[in-house]
Structures are given as structure tokens and as C-alpha cells.
């Protein structure tokens, strides 16, 4: 199994494009409360990206930067640039307009596609919680981001039948492509532990894949360790050390994740659902769901299907 195909699908991280951004000369905007995760592709022209805690960051052509965690940033045409606050109202009256948001003096120099990610908030499981706070990916033409980008802009830019559909589905696969990339980019500061940080090492990627490709099965240390060709030992200390738990710990969690994921999008009985994830009583089931969640599987699925439908999530 893939994990972070696994993840993607309990999480339902969806993207939503704010504008296109076409600026001139002497600029600044300061983008707060971003709903989720932040990204500014590069298509023409030259920005500098500020961020608390962080080194300024040269934008260029080509260059594309996701702030996972969707933190106060500022995007300005020099360091210490007057800003003015961004106007996200703005932003989504030119998306339904054409997609473009004019700012700056002149001539238009830069071109930037803004945007943002959500995932499901009903769930413990986040995937864009592990990420670094800031990604940035150089422009590099053999990284299918350029293609993805490509396609995006020509999509916002035009209004052909069913460009909605295609503009979100090339979201989806631009958010893949970026941490496919990330996972191949070696990172000059100490990540933290995680399940997405593990998927960096073949050894316990691997251990990963298989606890989500069996969820139900009764999993021993050993059996796992058997199953991958390694001893006990090992497993147990490099799993630990990068995902930040012990295997059984993780799957323990996963199932979890998986039985909250299947209660909120399904309407059936709960004993299949206990059974799907490795538990063959229902009452043990229950009781380790509300000892981990604090309300009882049935509360969960009605309080979580409720919030849902306000909210607007697929199932």
C-alpha cells in the first residue's frame, strides 16, 4: 500500500486558487489568516517571500512555495517594502472574474498563482502538520510541478466547460508533486519524527507500507520484523527514531484514523468498521475509540457528518 496515497484519501486535503497575482513596480502585501496551507507559484518576474522565524527567500521564475501550516507571510518586491494587507475578498471576486488581482505601480513585471490547501479538521490524522514550515522548490524544467503549474494557469486564465473540476484535480496532483519532491530534497535542517519524514528511509517506509497495506491483521514486532528481513532490534529503534513511536504504537493510531475516516463517510453498522480495522469485539472496539477520542464511535460519526455537511467536505 501507499501510505501517503492512504493519508490523502482519510485527510481530504483540497486546494482552492485565490488569484493570479499581476504586480508592478513597489509593492508589498501582507497575507494573513490563510485557511489551511499557503502557496505562491512563481510564473514570471521576481519576489521576495518573509516569513517570522525565517530567512528572507528570493523568488524566481519558475519557483514555487508552500507554507504548510499557512503562517502570517509577506510577499514584497524588496526587504522592508511598505505592505498592505491582502485582500482575500478581493482575491476570490478576480478568480470568479477572470482570476487575475492587479497590485503595484506600472507595468505588469511579476506574476505569481497564490493559493491555499485544507484538510479535514475532524480528524487527528494531518498530513500537513508533518511538513517543514516552509517548502520552497527551485525552478527546475524536469519537475512535473512546471507541467502541473503549466496546465493550472491555462485553466484559470480561460473559462472552458468543466475547467472547476480540472482546476481542482491538478490541485490535488500539484500537492502530491511537491511532497514527492520535498521526500527527494535533502534538508539542512533536523526534521521532526513522522510517519511522512520515515518515508525518507527505505527500511522503515517499507514497515509503513505494510502495517496500511494489512491494517486488520494482528501485527507482533516480531511478525513485522520477520516479514521485512530484519531483526526485532533495529526495527524497533529506527522506527522509533523517525516516526516517533513504536510500530504497534503507529498502527494502534492508524486504525484509528482509518475506523474515524469510515464512520464519518459511512452510514452502516459499527461491528463491520471494528472488524475492517483489526478488532474482533465490537464493545473492545468502542472502548478504545472513546479512551483515544473522548466520545464514543456512534457520537463521533453524528457530530462529525454534521460538521461535514456545514462545512462542505466530501465524504
Known amino acids: 500500500m501507499d501510505p501517503l496515497s492512504d493519508v490523502l484519501g482519510v485527510t481530504k486535503v483540497r486546494g482552492t486558487v485565490a488569484a493570479t497575482v499581476e504586480a508592478g513596480k513597489d509593492w508589498g502585501v501582507d497575507i494573513d489568516n490563510i485557511p489551511g496551507a499557503a502557496f505562491h507559484a512563481m510564473i514570471s518576474g521576481d519576489v521576495w517571500l518573509e516569513v517570522d ?3 528572507p527567500r528570493h ?3 519558475g519557483d514555487l512555495v508552500l507554507l504548510p501550516t499557512g503562517p502570517r507571510h509577506q510577499l514584497v518586491t524588496g526587504p522592508g517594502q511598505h505592505c498592505e494587507p491582502f485582500d482575500h475578498l ?3 471576486q478576480a478568480l470568479t472574474s477572470g482570476g487575475r488581482l492587479t497590485i503595484g505601480r506600472g507595468e505588469t513585471h511579476t506574476r505569481i498563482l497564490c493559493g491555499s490547501y485544507q484538510e479535514n479538521a475532524t480528524l487527528n490524522a494531518s498530513l500537513l502538520g508533518v511538513l517543514p514550515p ?3 522548490l ?7 510541478t512546471e507541467h502541473v503549474l503549466q496546465l493550472l494557469t491555462h485553466e484559470i486564465g480561460s473559462a472552458p466547460t468543466g475547467t472547476a473540476t480540472v482546476r481542482d484535480r491538478l490541485l490535488d496532483v500539484l500537492l502530491i508533486h511537491i511532497i514527492r519532491a520535498w521526500l527527494l530534497t535533502a534538508e539542512t535542517q533536523p526534521l521532526p519524527a513522522s510517519w511522512l519524514t520515515a518515508l525518507r528511509d527505505p527500511l522503515i517506509s517499507e514497515a509503513i507500507a505494510v502495517l496500511h497495506g494489512d491494517v486488520a491483521r494482528d501485527w507482533t514486532l516480531p511478525a513485522l520484523a520477520a516479514h521485512l528481513s530484519v531483526s526485532r532490534a533495529t526495527l524497533a529503534r529506527r522506527f522509533r527514531a523517525l516516526v516517533g513511536q513504536p510500530p504497534l504504537a503507529y498502527l494502534a493510531d492508524w486504525r484509528m484514523e482509518l475506523a474515524a475516516h469510515r464512520l464519518r463517510s459511512t452510514h452502516g453498522p459499527i461491528g463491520p468498521i471494528a472488524r475492517s480495522v483489526g478488532y474482533t469485539s ?3 472496539f468502542n472502548r478504545a475509540f472513546t479512551r483515544i ?3 464514543t464511535p456512534g457520537r463521533f460519526r453524528a457530530l462529525a457528518q ?3 455537511d456545514e462545512q462542505g467536505y466530501p465524504p
Open 53 to 55: 522565524g525565517q530567512q
Open 59 to 61: 523568488l524566481l521564475p
Open 90 to 92: 478581493a482575491a476570490r
Open 134 to 136: 516552509v517548502i520552497h
Open 138 to 144: 527551485h525552478a527546475d524544467p524536469t519537475r512535473p
Open 282 to 284: 465490537e464493545y473492545a
Open 293 to 295: 477520542r473522548g466520545i
Open 306 to 308: 454534521n460538521q461535514e
